[in-house]
């Protein structure tokens, strides 16, 4: 086939032609959506089944997201900013959109589900993973949108098999996360659960008025301590408890307090078979040392 000058041309002018279209077909389609669709137009699409990890990097927030949408829904999003990417988004029901995100604060790593509709309204949120101290969630968006999430924490930590879990089963129904199936399983073996109690009682004369070195402190001992089975707990008044599932101890704090004349903080040492220990407050490492001497670590 003889190929003329003047095919070439008309060859050229239909592609001008098909892009142009194209090109106003996508402008078109930008006009229809909502800001909240635009600003979500930035961040990258999330393949399913997706399963929560703490090391997915994600994209991070942009200014018009932060601004116009989480701080709408979520008063602390703004301290913590600078820590936030969203890992992918996904539509639900063409009328509603799933966004993952992950974040960090000083205490706990965190990924999220948030369900927003189309205007940007938060409809709801779910916790998929969260790691936090001795206790972790680990979910998944399967690709039914069904989600199915694990909570589970060591009781024992001298025994690997001494595990509580709780597994539930979401579904989302116009944009509400609802819970529609629940297993739970908690280790109860008495032989093993009467053993040898460990704890740090962090105490405050008034828990309504703490600093914040004396939470970042008791939060840096139960960090330390609790891979050797040590609960690091709080007191109610002049009573401490420690309570979880098939676990149970309690101590009247009175006498020891009363003994040590005691001001604001302080620790107080119990392990079975010995005195109860009184610490006065520090710092971190002093605490710790003191704590070793007591345990036998």
Not at 10 to 29: F, H, Y
Not at 119 to 135: F, K
Request: hydrophobic share 35%.
């Amino acid at each position: 086939m003889k190929i003329t000058k003047m095919s070439i041309l008309a060859v050229l002018i239909i592609l001008m032609i098909s892009c142009g279209s194209t090109e106003k077909k996508q402008k078109e389609n930008q006009k229809d959506l909502t800001e909240f669709e635009k600003i979500l137009s930035e961040f990258p699409d999330l393949k399913l089944p997706y399963t929560a990890s703490f090391s997915d990097e994600g994209v991070p927030l942009t200014t018009d997201f932060e601004s116009n949408v989480l701080n709408e829904n979520y008063f602390y999003f703004d301290e913590y900013s600078d820590a936030h990417t969203v890992v992918g988004k996904f539509s639900i029901d063409d009328d509603f959109y799933g966004l993952v995100i992950f974040w960090l604060d000083f205490e706990e790593d965190n990924v999220h589900l948030l369900v927003f509709d189309k205007e940007g309204t938060l409809i709801s949120d779910l916790q998929l993973a969260q790691e936090y101290r001795h206790n972790y969630t680990l979910g998944t968006i399967n690709k039914d949108l069904s989600i199915t999430t694990q909570q589970y924490s060591r009781v024992i930590y001298e025994n690997p098999d001494a595990v509580d879990y709780i597994k539930i089963t979401y579904s989302i129904e116009n944009g509400e996360i609802i819970e529609i199936e629940r297993e739970e399983n908690f280790y109860n073996d008495e032989e093993d659960l009467s053993g040898d109690y460990k704890i740090i009682v962090a105490y405050a004369q008034d828990w309504s008025d703490t600093s914040e070195d004396w939470s970042w402190f008791a939060y840096m001992l139960e960090e330390k301590l609790s891979p050797y089975g040590i609960f690091v707990i709080g007191n109610a008044g002049k009573k401490a408890v420690l309570d979880e599932p098939g676990l149970y101890w309690e101590m009247d704090l009175t006498e020891i307090l009363e003994k040590n004349n005691v001001g604001y903080y302080c620790y107080i040492f119990y392990q079975t078979g010995k005195e109860p220990l009184y610490v006065e407050y520090s710092i971190v490492d002093d605490t710790l040392e003191r704590a070793k001497e007591y345990f036998g670590l």
